[in-house]
């Protein structure tokens, strides 16, 4: 009569014993599983932390010594912090403190590895490629944007943002043009003649591609020893105009350097072959005697009006006339504007534009001419 409640007891503490095994399974799963999701959750909340929001455009500035419209790109910069990352290549020694530039996001942005540059020279291109160098250290730098010293941005930095980012390709003015005999014989057979390409130096290059120039053990040293130029002064006015310029003037490599190593090396198909930085050239048709040369035409503070600006947003094709080719512009496969920055502005033309045209309110949008 007594073992019927012992039996009882026992099967009451066996249930107890499988009730509680079961819980602590069901609790040991249910943290496996938040662990999982949440580390998921994490992974995913990297990756899109990664690809959207720290994506950014590394702005590569080629000075003299210091940057005379450092307060434009200022304005330009306010509150993007997260968006873009500086370099600068100045003069070797020349150090970017609270002495030499009044931007916050200039300060110490110069490289530690600088060389002397000299116009017309390959030093120009081992500039560029020292700058591609430091901003490839940055793994969330994705796009590298050339900019002169003398150059200013025409949107604000949101337009100018998703113009470059929206499309997969490089922006390199690229075209041929073997008409000026820059292309030396001697280059061949390491760079074939029907790869020589011309264009402007402000290029906008992906990641890839920056990775191509800096990774180049072919075409710079052709450009070293065979891309040269005559001797000629930087400015001409110092000397009489020549009359022929073919003949004071040979190759110029930071004009042909970009161009000729994509197209060497097959990557023509991945760049839209235009400029975002305009400049206007002017050799011979100016009255003006300071605005013909090797150079741009340099605006200055009488120059620099809303309508100038106006003027430049409101071109949307280029035409090349040695391939008889028309670049109609677009951005996120509609028509848009070509251009994004321009050039060349002295410090009091800059500084006008900035107090008299709003393009720098974020508040105020892309100013986008119609």
Request: net charge positive; hydrophobic share 35%; with cysteine.
């Amino acid at each position: 009569m007594k073992r019927k409640p012992v039996q009882q007891k026992s099967h009451i503490r066996w249930k107890r014993k499988v009730l509680v095994a079961l819980l602590v399974s069901f609790c040991l799963a249910s943290l496996v599983l938040v662990e999982t999701q949440y580390s998921r959750i994490v992974s995913l909340a990297s990756l899109r932390h990664r690809f959207t929001v720290k994506q950014k455009i590394a702005f590569l500035f080629i000075a003299r010594n210091r940057l005379p419209l450092d307060m434009v790109w200022d304005a330009f910069f306010k509150g993007e912090e997260n968006r873009f990352s500086i370099y600068v290549h100045s003069r070797p020694g020349f150090l970017l403190n609270k002495g030499t530039t009044r931007s916050t996001y200039f300060l110490n942005r110069q490289v530690n590895d600088s060389i002397q540059v000299d116009w017309g020279g390959a030093t120009m291109i081992e500039a560029e490629r020292i700058l591609l160098r430091h901003a490839l250290m940055d793994p969330y730098n994705e796009r590298f944007v050339f900019v002169s010293d003398s150059c200013i941005p025409i949107y604000n930095f949101s337009y100018t943002y998703d113009y470059i980012m929206s499309t997969p390709t490089s922006f390199v003015d690229s075209f041929a043009d073997t008409k000026e005999g820059r292309y030396n014989p001697k280059m061949d057979p390491a760079i074939p003649v029907y790869n020589w390409r011309k264009g402007s130096q402000w290029v906008v290059l992906t990641r890839k591609h920056a990775e191509v120039v800096v990774n180049d053990t072919t075409v710079f040293p052709m450009f070293q020893q065979h891309c040269k130029r005559k001797s000629l002064p930087e400015f001409w006015r110092d000397h009489p105009f020549p009359a022929d310029p073919a003949k004071e003037h040979n190759c110029i490599p930071d004009e042909h350097y970009v161009q000729t190593l994509l197209a060497q090396e097959g990557f023509e198909g991945e760049i839209t072959r235009r400029s975002l930085t305009y400049s206007a050239w002017d050799l011979s048709a100016s009255k003006d005697r300071e605005r013909r040369g090797w150079h741009p035409v340099t605006y200055k503070f009488s120059d620099a009006t809303p309508e100038l600006i106006k003027s430049i947003k409101g071109i949307d094709n280029i035409h090349y006339d040695t391939e008889n080719r028309i670049e109609w512009c677009s951005s996120k496969g509609k028509p848009a504007p070509c251009f994004l920055f321009a050039r060349k502005f002295t410090r009091p033309a800059a500084l006008h534009l900035l107090k008299s045209v709003s393009f720098y309110n974020p508040m105020l949008g892309p100013m986008v001419t119609d």
